[in-house]
């Protein structure tokens, strides 16, 4: 309904790239699932399967300096669909028997330069009045591809994990199709080299720009939290369900869903209600959701727990959208696209590291679920607080 406000010539553009981009993320989510199902089958130590996400982000830290880069010098359409094609590969490896930790990887690789072409294309479609509309077209859709990907992938996975994958690998084949109905556009911010060493220095020089921009540096401090934060919240649930509730991996994923649901809502609130010079506004949204998710500990009933994930997903929603929106537009001005989100990748997957990292390190070191819970939820509010007086402060 929404996409009677873009132009024709646009929507043309923009419905096979939502499309190509739901069906990747659907992939990259149920393939988590089945990767953790895999790993329980082959009787991996249980702190593996948090392990999993630092395998694939790691990726996106590596390659941060390059994939920008090459968004910005080669047709974004392009470039998804070479990259959707590595993922494939990663899904196709670990279904022929290599460990899941490395085939999910791969995946990785893929996603880490899939990323800065399917945000950076945003900015070439459409005018920067509609970049907020258009980035709660695209949360949602990945949000409603997460909510899916953890139904299908837990579903699947409780029922064969290889037989999750193979499907998963199709679904990389299909997004490929729909890659190849993205037009192509003029190529702006073109590199003047293309040696390693002058992406680095190329990269940095963005990275400085951004972090020195007092809008930038916000948006990248809030993404970065909230990536960090939500990455981990997805495998403490599927924890503390299985603590609190009793719940095996199907049941648990379906928790996940409810977090997933509440951010599509969030972020189609804020696509409608909030404008682009007002994304500041959104920033106490972040403040209460580290107080819901302390809530956990005192949750018996799934009914209720349901309840505070949805709003926790909401809350998430709402002020993550503006604020990507915010980075993008400012990125776009100040350095090109491709190369803004490549910067926000490499920070968002740092605190992917850092706090999944830290999560990894409880479990194995038996820190309990309850005060795991607790932890996460001072850290965002804490966070997320200072960082909204920071920015009062700078502007």
Do not use: C
């Not at 945003?122 to 920067?128: A, D, F, G, N, Y």
């Not at 909230?226 to 924890?239: D, E, H, K, Q, T």
């Not at 727990?305 to 776009?332: D, E, M, T, Y």
């Not at 070191?365 to 997320?384: A, D, P, Q, R, W």
């Amino acid at each position: 309904m929404l996409l009677k406000h873009f132009k024709l010539n646009v929507s043309k553009g923009f419905v096979p790239l939502l499309i190509a981009q739901f069906l990747s993320a659907l992939a990259d989510n149920a393939l988590l699932f089945a990767a953790i199902a895999l790993l329980a089958q082959l009787n991996s130590p249980h702190w593996h399967q948090p392990l999993l996400l630092q395998f694939f982000v790691i990726s996106y830290i590596i390659l941060a300096p390059f994939v920008g880069g090459i968004a910005d010098a080669y047709p974004k359409g392009r470039v998804m669909f070479y990259s959707n094609a590595i993922k494939f590969i990663g899904s196709l490896s670990m279904l022929l028997g290599m460990q899941p930790l490395y085939a999910y990887a791969i995946v990785g690789v893929g996603a880490a330069a899939y990323s800065p072409a399917k945000y950076g294309i945003l900015t070439e479609l459409l005018p920067p009045k509609e970049l907020v509309m258009a980035n709660g077209w695209m949360e949602g859709s990945t949000v409603f591809a997460i909510i899916l990907g953890s139904i299908i992938g837990g579903a699947l996975a409780q029922f064969d994990p290889l037989v999750a994958i193979i499907i998963i690998t199709g679904l990389y084949l299909l997004a490929a199709v729909f890659n190849r109905y993205i037009p192509l556009f003029p190529i702006d911010h073109k590199l003047t080299k293309k040696n390693p060493l002058f992406m680095i220095k190329d990269f940095w020089h963005a990275f400085k720009v951004l972090w020195n921009d007092p809008q930038g540096q916000l948006s990248l401090a809030v993404t970065t939290l909230f990536w960090g934060a939500g990455a981990s919240l997805r495998l403490i649930v599927i924890a503390w369900a299985s603590y609190a509730l009793q719940f095996n991996l199907e049941e648990a994923t379906r928790l996940t869903a409810m977090v997933a649901f509440g951010i599509a809502i969030g972020s189609v609130i804020a696509a409608r209600y909030i404008s682009l010079k007002d994304s500041v506004r959104v920033l106490p949204a972040g403040i209460l959701m580290g107080g819901f998710v302390m809530t956990m500990v005192v949750i018996h009933d799934w009914h209720i727990a349901a309840l505070i994930f949805l709003l926790i997903g909401a809350l998430s929603g709402f002020f993550i959208v503006p604020l990507n929106a915010l980075l993008q537009h400012r990125g776009h001005l100040l350095i090109g696209a491709g190369h803004s989100i490549a910067v926000q990748n490499f920070n968002e997957n740092i605190g992917i590291l850092l706090l999944s990292g830290t999560y990894t390190w409880m479990v194995r070191e038996e820190f309990s679920i309850n005060t795991i819970i607790i932890l996460l939820g001072l850290f965002v509010s804490i966070t997320m607080l200072a960082i909204y007086k920071h920015y009062k402060k700078i502007i």
